[in-house]
């Protein structure tokens, strides 16, 4: 996401429901990313 301009607004963590992250693209729309258990 960096190399690409964005953001990381909350670095990953594990979670009961999986990994989840925040990040912004580099026009500073913020999304979650995550990976589902």
Not at 17 to 24: E, Q
Not at 26 to 33: D, H, K, R, V
Request: aromatic share 6%.
């Amino acid at each position: 996401m960096c190399d690409n301009g964005g953001t990381v607004i909350r670095d990953a963590e594990d979670t009961p429901y999986g990994r989840l992250a925040a990040v912004a693209d580099p026009l500073g729309a913020m999304f979650n990313l995550s990976s589902l258990q």
